[in-house]
């Protein structure tokens, strides 16, 4: 039985995301940008905190976390590359690891780009996969510390994960993102249809996420840099996938 998931709002445009085993009543929460709203969930669920996965150190995605731990003894997981800037782990990832969350494993994946240690946690059997800032609803994270190379790299490797996997990134960006990609893809049919169900959903206080992968590689301009019609978009015809990704991402940051 897959794992029940819960998105929490938190800050101006974060999202915690818990993840529920009812049979072992194990709760994990991904991300923790701040613990009253996570808290507030918890309890009225009448669930406890068993597990605190991090995907990457911006404070944003971590300053709920010692809270947490405190008021429920949960076990702090995140990347064992990133364990100086995280609170402390109780668990050091690297690709390949697994976390248990009731009778459910999920997978850890390297995703570099945004942060050098960013990682993904994918768990096959909810058909769910959590980026936070690596691989974002119509978008992807700025770079803040990788090269596009790495970046690329990472976005190619959850591309690959089976199309109906639903993709749970850290913020509500998608508005924006859409804007963004309608000035590389302005004919794509796929993606006008999506904004006008995004626009929806926002007037009426819905997330946006998440979404699923087949969505993204339909209508994410960063996933479809190795499209022919995006490159010749953006003047590039024929040039490598990894020119054309840094190339979209150099126009969205100045977007």
Known sequence: MSLEIVTIPCLADNYAFLLHDQASKETAVIDAPDAAP????????????????LTHHHWDHIDGADELRSAYGAKICGAAADAHRLPQLDCALTEGDFVTVGGEKGTIMDVPGHTIGHIAFYFPGSRAVFTADSLMVLGCGRLFEGTPRQMWASLCKLAALPP????????????AN??????????????????ETIQDMRRSGQPTIPSTLAEELATNPFLRSSEPQVKAAVGMDGAPDVEVFAEIRRRKDNF
């Open 38 to 53: 996570i808290r507030a969930t918890l309890d009225s669920r009448g669930w406890t905190l068993s597990h605190i996965l």
């Open 164 to 175: 109906e996997t639903r993709v749970y990134s850290g913020h509500e960006y998608t508005e």
């Open 178 to 195: 859409a804007r963004f990609a309608l000035t590389i893809e302005p004919d794509n049919a796929a993606l006008l249809k999506r904004y």
